[in-house]
């Protein structure tokens, strides 16, 4: 992949840079806005990792003007602002993904990955399925078989993941420095709280389960017949 960086924090592009050439990939640094944005309109780039504050032109604004010029180059947003709303008005300005920071390198990378992978016209995912369990990034709606969920925050962000990364075991470790961007862990029962919730939520009075408990490594997030 060829990436570019629109970050006005050196140390973190030079981390975010060092990281796509370790894994193989090139990257160019732009860190000013109105920079990212003409870099971004006379290059061929894969994707773009594209920090919201930025001097001259912010985030959001570079990536609707890029949209605006018909460049669907997928563009996964970072950002110190988190908050659901946040998160939503950076995908509605055109974002394909937003990933809040702090974050992890390898979920950064992941992240690309997945957005590099995914056909021009369906680059900007909105929605997410399991089954008949349907999440709406968007509306931050969820359902299952056309019935509402009411879900917290973090139960959403939660589920997010899990749906992200169904038909794979996620170990508790991936949840902590995901869900709740820890490094260590807290050595609390949080994960357990959280997950039970939440299974209470999307399985009770439905005839099969999806989320699962796989002893010893974590849980996975899967179609099961009834």
Do not use: C
Not at 89 to 111: H, I, N, T, V
């Amino acid at each position: 992949m060829r990436i570019l960086i629109v970050e006005d924090d050196a140390a973190t592009a030079a981390y975010i840079k060092k990281g796509l050439l370790e894994a193989g990939h090139s990257a160019d640094i732009a860190t000013r806005g109105d920079d990212g944005l003409q870099m971004a309109g006379d290059e061929n780039y894969q994707a773009l990792v594209v920090d919201r504050m930025l001097p001259n032109m912010d985030g959001l604004s570079l990536i609707a003007a890029l949209r605006k010029a018909d460049n669907k180059t997928p563009a996964l947003i970072l950002s110190a602002l988190g908050e659901v709303g946040e998160r939503v008005e950076g995908l509605r300005a055109g974002g394909d993904d937003y990933l809040p920071k702090p974050f992890a390198f390898s979920e950064l990378l992941a992240r690309l990955e997945a957005l590099t992978r995914r056909p021009a016209a369906a680059a900007r995912q909105t929605t997410l399925r399991v089954g008949d369990l349907n999440m709406d990034l968007l509306a931050r709606e969820v359902t299952r078989g056309g019935t509402p969920i009411n879900l917290q925050p973090r139960e959403f962000r939660l589920l997010e993941y899990l749906m992200r990364h169904s038909n794979q075991v996620v170990t508790r470790t991936m949840l902590l420095e995901n869900v709740w961007d820890y490094r260590f862990d807290p050595q609390t029962n949080v994960i357990d709280v959280h997950i039970s919730r939440l299974r209470g939520k999307i399985d009770k009075n439905f005839d099969a389960p999806l989320l699962n408990t796989v002893r010893g490594a974590g849980y996975i997030l899967r179609e099961t017949k009834a």
